[in-house]
């Protein structure tokens, strides 16, 4: 690799769920007098990732991913730093252990994944300028909270409006209702995926049509005579009847569903196929990212899903209501062979389905670049 300077100091990869600015190494280490730097973490222009971990009672520490853990090298004053080699750009997962126990490194970019806290790093991709924070006008992320009637609980979703939402009083947006994955929660497209700053940059190059994103939990709780219980099964249930008109009657938004679109990525992608085939009278557009429409899914009650696919028989019908109708993965996906299967399918069936492989595995790099090219084919006939 070979990372242009102006994409290892851009802000956009230092923000993340705890806080904006980079991260530095706290005042309270060693009194204050540990000098060797000032950083708690720092990406080299070839990919190169040095990190450091304080723990002066430790005995062993390694860190990195699953296929390449490290050992770091102790100093006298109880940091442990060392060196992990990336060879693939994007968001990577960072471990840390010690003496065999794996934490949650302080001095290390934190935030959630798998369903609990995570370390993770950015290498950024020269490919992805589009991620970066530049000086546009910028949209706002908002944090709203309205009751379900589904899940019997408070629910919190986030809202990026687009910069002139808050100067033309007069105007109405469409709105995309954005799923994030499986152990993720609502605030993953906004801190791992830097959907705002991608949309910033969209609507400053006169790319996209201004449009409204609205970010819910998909890993649902529902309360079960007092105690929660993990249950996404009445998910699209819940963003039709609690969540959608909760926005339209907060957010001044175009109520139609060509003005509605639904995607996302990995779990939320097959949430978002759900939908799109039982309820394409509420949206009129879907992208699917990393995940499939196909009977022969894996994971998945083959009954139901021959019902959900009727919709397909009707092809005329399915592609003058639901348009775009977009997926995409990466090229290193295990799942591939089902994307193509798909393909085919949807082709024999006759359904106009846009499908694009991106370079990457299951991952942020493949899910920010497809949703950067389906916001640029969303709402564009209204």
Wanted: glycine share 8%; hydrophobic share 35%.
């Amino acid at each position: 690799m070979n990372i242009p300077e102006s994409f290892l100091t851009n802000q956009t990869f230092d923000s993340r769920a705890i806080g904006f600015n980079r991260q530095l190494l706290p005042t309270m280490i060693m009194g204050g007098t540990y000098k060797d730097t000032n950083i708690g973490y720092k990406v080299m222009p070839d990919g190169k990732v040095w990190v450091c971990l304080y723990g002066p009672t430790a005995n062993e520490v390694t860190a990195g991913y699953p296929e390449n853990m490290v050992n770091l090298e102790k100093d006298e004053a109880g940091m442990w730093s060392g060196t992990i080699q990336y060879d693939e750009p994007g968001l990577k997962q960072l471990i840390f252990y010690v003496d065999g126990v794996r934490i949650i490194n302080p001095l290390a970019p934190i935030g959630y994944g798998w369903g609990y806290g995570i370390n993770y790093i950015e290498v950024p991709d020269p490919e992805q300028d589009y991620l970066l924070i530049k000086d546009v006008p910028h949209g706002t992320v908002s944090r709203e909270y309205f009751f379900s009637k589904i899940t019997g609980e408070w629910e919190c979703c986030y809202v990026y409006t687009p910069p002139k939402y808050r100067d033309d009083l007069d105007t109405k947006y469409p709105v995309l209702y954005l799923q994030h994955g499986g152990g993720e929660n609502e605030t993953c497209w906004i801190d791992l995926g830097k959907t705002n700053f991608s949309m910033d940059n969209l609507l400053a190059e006169g790319k996209i049509v201004p449009f409204i994103i609205v970010m819910n939990n998909a890993m649902m709780q529902v309360n079960n005579d007092g105690n929660p219980r993990l249950d996404n099964s009445r998910y699209n249930d819940m963003i039709i009847e609690d969540c959608i008109p909760f926005i339209e009657s907060h957010y001044r938004v175009i109520s139609d569903k060509k003005a509605r679109a639904i995607a996302g990525l990995s779990m939320g992608s097959l949430l978002s196929g759900e939908m799109i085939m039982q309820h394409y009278d509420v949206f009129g557009s879907a992208g699917l990212f990393t995940g499939y429409t196909y009977p022969k899914m894996p994971g998945r009650e083959p009954r139901s899903q021959a019902e959900q696919l009727k919709c397909f028989d009707d092809a005329e019908t399915f592609n003058r209501e639901v348009n775009p109708f977009f997926g995409a993965i990466g090229d290193h996906e295990v799942s591939l062979p089902l994307f193509e299967q798909e393909r085919e399918y949807c082709k024999e069936k006759g359904i106009n389905y846009i499908q694009k492989i991106y370079p990457g595995y299951h991952e942020w790099r493949v899910w920010r670049a497809a949703f950067h090219d389906y916001a640029q084919m969303l709402f564009r006939d209204i």
